[in-house]
């Protein structure tokens, strides 16, 4: 009887304990941005490397403070695909991050097989927005846009533990261990 009742609380107890992890990697630590709060605004880098706010209408987006590849955007943005490619940077590297099944806006599929299919560019939108991590804008051909966060070479390097690369900027001092 005993052991039928710690098998009963083993297993209730790693339900719970389940059940917590998935609702915080999920729900837990994601915000909704405003439209109108900073974070909002969509900036891309222009050919000649400065970095400008770009025209965008009906922003969503999600934001985490436990990682610096939580962000997340769906918009619209009124500028025409040749006029992006002539004045932004495209990104090579757009590899769309999978994100919460209630941002439904954002499919990572659908957005790496619009890049794949040509029917999409991605364009670096802020390097280093935070140290080893570029902010993506990809802009589909019928005007939908979305943007997020990833890791870029440099901060694949220093992330790993690996002094950075000559040509990426010096990384942040990490804060001693208490």
């Not at 990697?25 to 706010?53: F, K, L």
């Not at 099944?101 to 364009?123: H, K, V």
């Not at 990833?150 to 901060?155: F, L, S």
């Amino acid at each position: 009887m005993i052991g039928k009742f710690l098998v009963g609380v083993i297993v209730i107890s790693a339900l719970l304990v389940g059940g917590a992890i998935y609702y915080l990697q999920v729900y837990g630590y994601y915000h909704e941005i405003a439209a109108s709060a900073p974070a909002a605004e969509i900036r891309m880098t222009t050919v000649e490397g400065a970095v400008e706010p770009v025209l965008i209408e009906g922003f969503q987006g999600i934001d985490a403070e436990s990682s610096p590849i939580r962000f997340r955007a769906c918009f619209h943005t009124p500028q025409s695909m040749a006029m992006l490619t002539e004045t932004y940077q495209v990104y090579e590297k757009a590899e769309p991050l999978v994100a919460p099944s209630w941002f439904s806006c954002f499919d990572a599929e659908a957005i790496g097989e619009a890049l794949e299919q040509g029917r999409a560019t991605a364009y670096l939108g802020e390097a280093n927005i935070k140290y080893g991590i570029d902010r993506v804008v990809v802009v589909m051909d019928d005007g939908r846009a979305f943007a997020w966060n990833q890791i870029n070479a440099c901060g694949a390097v220093v992330f790993n533990g690996d002094p950075a690369p000559e040509d990426c900027p010096v990384p942040p001092p990490v804060p001693p261990k208490e």
